[in-house]
């Protein structure tokens, strides 16, 4: 009778045993696939090149969304100026590329003109945008495709988000404020997608 339970103890707990050691092989299968997955999705964002360009637009977008606000808020000179190479640089390709062909140049010949002979049609928060897109009608081919592309850009990218957040923390009254604060809040978000593509490319360098 004790030989049967001690049969039916070990029995269970080769069982249990075993069970144990298949889940065991089960979570270290699951996460060699998530961590395939996870390669397969970053390299086919590489090479497919949409994800980079959805992450541009956001990064662009966000640097548009700070100089607006930057108007009714902010009105720091020093940001304004360092939101336009950023501007510059982010660009997704396709508007990069048709902005430097005649239509960028149409808008900058028409934007000289007002500015010269027509001042008062000439408003201030064009200057901005006018300066923007006469910067990448007449960049060199090394600062528009080289820069751009390769890892100085990526860098510049990172370091103006950088200085811009600790300005923003700064101005705000420390870390706390500028994420509790009913305006600061949305200037943070702002400045935080700043670095979603940087860093997002700056990983396809490393």
């Known amino acids: 009778m004790g030989?049967?339970?001690?049969?039916?103890?070990?029995?269970?707990?080769?069982?249990?045993?075993?069970?144990?050691?298949?889940?065991?092989?089960?979570?270290?299968?699951?996460?060699?696939?998530?961590k395939n997955l996870a390669t397969h999705v970053i390299a086919?964002?590489?090479?497919?090149g949409?994800?980079?360009?959805?992450?541009?637009?956001?990064?662009c977008i966000a640097a548009i969304y700070l100089l607006v606000i930057d108007r009714t808020n902010w009105r720091t000179k020093m940001l304004t100026t360092l939101l336009v190479p950023?501007?510059?640089l982010t660009f997704p390709n396709w508007l990069f590329d048709t902005l430097r062909g005649d239509?960028?140049?149409?808008?900058?010949?028409?934007?000289?003109?007002?500015?010269?002979f027509f001042p008062e049609y000439f408003k201030e928060y064009m200057l901005l945008p006018g300066a923007l897109i006469l910067?990448?009608?007449?960049?060199?081919?090394?600062?528009?495709y080289?820069?751009?592309?390769?890892?100085?850009?990526?860098?510049?990218?990172?370091?103006?988000?950088?200085?811009?957040?600790?300005?923003h923390?700064?101005?705000?009254?420390?870390?706390?404020?500028?994420?509790?604060?009913?305006?600061?809040?949305?200037?943070?978000?702002?400045i935080v997608l700043l670095f979603v593509f940087p860093v997002w490319a700056l990983i396809g360098f490393l």
Not at 135 to 144: E, K, N
Not at 149 to 160: E, K, N, Q, Y
């Open 50 to 59: 949409f994800i980079t360009t959805v992450l541009q637009c956001f990064a």
């Open 3 to 34: 030989g049967k339970n001690f049969l039916r103890m070990m029995t269970d707990q080769t069982a249990s045993e075993a069970a144990t050691k298949m889940i065991s092989s089960d979570w270290n299968e699951l996460g060699d696939a998530t």
């Open 146 to 167: 080289y820069v751009r592309d390769g890892w100085i850009g990526v860098g510049i990218c990172l370091a103006i988000g950088c200085y811009l957040l600790q300005e």
């Open 169 to 190: 923390i700064r101005a705000s009254g420390g870390f706390r404020n500028a994420f509790t604060k009913a305006n600061g809040i949305s200037n943070t978000i702002g």
């Open 135 to 144: 910067l990448v009608v007449i960049a060199p081919s090394l600062i528009a």
């Open 103 to 116: 239509i960028g140049k149409w808008i900058t010949f028409v934007g000289v003109v007002l500015r010269l």
């Open 44 to 48: 086919l964002g590489y090479s497919g």
């Open 86 to 88: 950023y501007i510059f």
